[in-house]
């Protein structure tokens, strides 16, 4: 019954390594995103997908590719696996009236904790 | 560059205390201001949400919002251990459906 499911919850791997990270929503959201949390907390936005299309695509090395089969999966793609990468990868979901007064926000995914050694 | 500001903490309180969240943000055409809570090795949950001036109650929390100011709050009541937590503070980006996000502030509830 999981509304937003990430898979792997861990990853370990080497440098220079090719790796996936799966998200589902099963929430009827129109709108899905990947944000990176560094060792700092911070929550950073990489990509966001509304219906299948890319709508924000922030300043992330090429080597990271998203790929939205439907609306409901958010996958993404790492080549070429460097140290900088290891951190916390949450998928999240967001409703059509997100920003409204009906609004509930983001709904998060367990995280993909990565690490790159 | 739009950014949104916290101080990192700790905040320690003693159990039953209230305990005041700040968050201050750069982009003031942002319309709506969500707090979430993260415990540590979890994901972030949705605890609160507002977007209009003035303070908006949800039980023991009150999100306040001032516009002018650039100033988003969060006041814990009657605070417990287990809302020790880091909280971080979102903005909805103007234009866009993202959300920016603090850095958190740890806060300790100390029994």
């Known amino acids: 019954d999981t509304a937003v499911s990430q898979t792997p919850k861990y990853l370990v791997t080497q440098m220079g390594n090719d790796k996936s990270i799966k998200c589902e929503q099963n929430?009827?959201?129109?709108?899905m995103y990947w944000y990176k949390q560094d060792s700092k907390k911070f929550l950073k936005i990489m990509f966001s997908y509304n219906n299948k299309e890319l709508i924000i695509n922030e300043t992330v090395p090429n080597r990271f590719s998203p790929k939205s089969p439907d609306k409901a999966h958010l996958n993404l793609h790492i080549n070429s696996l460097e140290l900088g990468d290891s951190a916390v990868y949450f998928c999240?979901?967001?409703?059509?009236?997100?920003?409204?007064?009906?609004?509930?926000?983001?709904?998060f995914g367990s995280g993909t904790r990565l690490t790159v050694v | 560059q739009k950014e949104v500001e916290q101080n990192s903490g700790p905040l320690s309180v003693p159990e039953g205390a209230i305990a005041s969240l700040n968050c201050t943000y750069s982009?003031?055409?942002?319309?709506?201001f969500f707090w979430y809570r993260q415990y540590s090795g979890k994901s972030p949950e949705l605890i609160m949400f507002i977007y209009s001036n003035g303070d908006k109650e949800d039980g023991r929390f009150t999100a306040q919002l001032n516009k002018a100011s650039q100033y988003v709050s969060l006041l814990i009541r009657d605070s417990q251990p287990s809302d020790s937590a880091t909280y971080l503070c979102a903005v909805q980006d103007t234009g866009r459906r993202a959300l920016t996000f603090g850095s958190g502030t740890r806060l300790q509830v100390q029994p």
């Open positions: 982009d003031r055409g942002s319309q709506s």
């Open positions: 999240a979901s967001s409703p059509p009236n997100i920003g409204t007064p009906t609004s509930y926000g983001y709904t």
């Open positions: 929430l009827g959201h129109d709108t």
